[in-house]
């Protein structure tokens, strides 16, 4: 849809989710070409991955294969669903302990939305509840009605690939967000 979009026109994405991706059939750098081709930002609103896990509705348990009575318990314990689960008043701790196993291995392995934001020169927001959301959502609004767009044409055109960007402004109460660099095809003169 933002490729039929006129070039005059920003393009820009929201995207409003968790931040782990579970089922896209796209590569992280496909997508992200793609994106940097079409001049597109992505601008992400997520909720953190270990909120999801600890507010999801915990899973039917299954039926014990051991019968109670095969449990060991202290002496002249009774047999009760208390005595005989193992985990007693403390709840599942496992989603949050999975999280904490992804977010390890998150270190090494970057978040897709990290790298879309990053490289296409948008920002990844985070919220906990509804008012966070809308926070978050107005934020990105804002940003996007009180940003200035500086263009830019090199004067050779033969240097194809990846060129890097960097911006400096001089006034304290300014904030430069741009992306890293941007792709362009060499043209023989």
Same mark, same amino acid.
């Given at each position: 849809?933002? +490729?039929?979009?006129?070039?005059? +026109?920003?393009?820009?994405?929201?995207?409003?989710?968790?931040?782990?991706?579970?089922?896209?059939?796209?590569?992280?750098?496909?997508?992200?070409?793609?994106?940097?081709?079409?001049?597109?930002?992505?601008?992400?609103?997520?909720?953190?991955?270990?909120?999801?896990?600890?507010?999801?509705?915990?899973?039917?348990? +299954?039926?014990?294969?051991?019968?109670?009575?095969?449990?060991?318990?202290?002496?002249?314990? !009774?047999?009760?669903?208390?005595?005989?689960?193992?985990?007693?008043?403390?709840?599942?701790?496992?989603?949050?302990?999975?999280?904490?196993? +992804?977010?390890?291995?998150?270190?090494?392995?970057?978040?897709?939305?990290?790298?879309?934001?990053?490289?296409?020169?948008?920002?990844?927001?985070?919220?906990?509840?509804?008012?966070?959301?809308?926070?978050?959502? !107005?934020?990105?609004?804002?940003?996007?009605? !009180?940003?200035?767009?500086?263009?830019?044409?090199?004067?050779?055109?033969?240097?194809?690939?990846?060129?890097?960007?960097?911006?400096?402004?001089?006034?304290?109460?300014?904030?430069?967000?741009?992306?890293?660099?941007?792709?362009? !095809?060499?043209?023989?003169?």
């Amino acid at each position: 849809m933002l +490729r039929r979009r006129s070039g005059d +026109r920003r393009r820009v994405i929201l995207l409003i989710s968790e931040s782990r991706d579970k089922g896209s059939s796209g590569r992280v750098r496909e997508t992200l070409a793609a994106a940097e081709f079409q001049n597109v930002s992505l601008y992400a609103v997520n909720i953190p991955r270990v909120v999801t896990a600890l507010t999801a509705r915990a899973p039917a348990p +299954r039926p014990d294969p051991i019968p109670a009575s095969a449990h060991r318990l202290p002496a002249g314990a !009774a047999v009760t669903p208390e005595t005989t689960s193992g985990i007693g008043n403390y709840g599942n701790v496992m989603p949050a302990f999975e999280e904490i196993i +992804r977010g390890v291995k998150a270190i090494f392995i970057p978040n897709p939305v990290e790298v879309f934001t990053k490289y296409t020169g948008g920002k990844e927001q985070h919220f906990v509840d509804l008012k966070g959301l809308e926070k978050a959502i !107005a934020s990105i609004g804002n940003e996007l009605h !009180a940003q200035y767009l500086i263009t830019y044409t090199p004067s050779t055109k033969s240097e194809g690939g990846y060129h890097q960007i960097k911006i400096e402004v001089t006034r304290q109460d300014l904030t430069v967000s741009t992306r890293p660099g941007y792709w362009m !095809a060499a043209i023989p003169q």
